[in-house]
């Protein structure tokens, strides 16, 4: 009887394991930003600070993946030295140099457009540039290429704010709800955006 009941469990993980989506190593592009580096975490992993996130970089050859309890993993990497020594000389020019449009130029360059945490960054900049359009469309194809990337549902959702849409950026929050819960900083990032007045201008 034990033993039977062991099989089960043993298949229904097998199963649940089949039917997950194929998940990306940790990391998370930034949002912008994204973005890892944060205190205390691995520097590829998803720890973001409050108002500026963290860089979430390609994971070395060999780093293990980092995951929120049972949850997949909710950011995506590439294990290549040359894409995150370019990813992060991108990160500063947007975060240390502001300058958004050499940002875009430089992440465009690394040749992984369809990455998502270099989608999202570039859709980041062009949302600091006022380009709505662009951005949006960059946030859109990062979440093509990973539906859970926690970080461009937090930065789409504050897009969605800016806009004026706040029933999408509430949809957003939940969807971050359901990637990595309530106590994780993109979701509580949004959320202290949503409960700013109407009109207020973001810091993001």
């Not at 997949?72 to 958004?100: K, L, V």
């Not at 369809?114 to 900049?125: E, M």
């Not at 990973?146 to 704010?161: A, E, F, I, K, S």
Request: hydrophobic share 30%; proline share 6%; aromatic share 10%.
């Amino acid at each position: 009887m034990i033993t039977a009941m062991i099989r089960l469990v043993a298949l229904g993980t097998f199963a649940a394991a089949s039917l997950s989506p194929p998940a990306l190593a940790a990391g998370g592009g930034g949002g912008g930003g994204g973005g890892g580096g944060g205190p205390g975490t691995d520097p590829f992993g998803s720890t973001y600070s409050d108002q500026r996130p963290q860089p979430t970089y390609p994971k070395r050859p060999g780093a293990k993946s980092t995951h929120k309890g049972k949850k997949p993993n909710n950011q995506s990497s590439i294990g290549d030295p040359a894409f995150a020594a370019g990813y992060r000389m991108a990160y500063d020019t947007i975060y240390e140099r502001n300058d958004y449009a050499a940002a875009i130029a430089q992440l465009k360059s690394l040749g992984h457009d369809d990455h998502p945490n270099v989608a999202n960054l570039i859709g980041y900049s062009y949302r600091k540039l006022g380009d709505y359009e662009q951005s949006q469309a960059w946030y859109e194809r990062a979440l093509k290429a990973d539906p859970n990337h926690v970080l461009t549902w937090q930065y789409y959702g504050l897009w969605q704010l800016e806009r004026g849409n706040r029933e999408q950026a509430l949809y957003h929050l939940g969807r971050i709800a359901s990637i990595c819960g309530t106590d994780c900083q993109e979701y509580r990032s949004l959320a202290a955006a949503l409960d700013q007045p109407t009109g207020s201008a973001l810091v993001y």
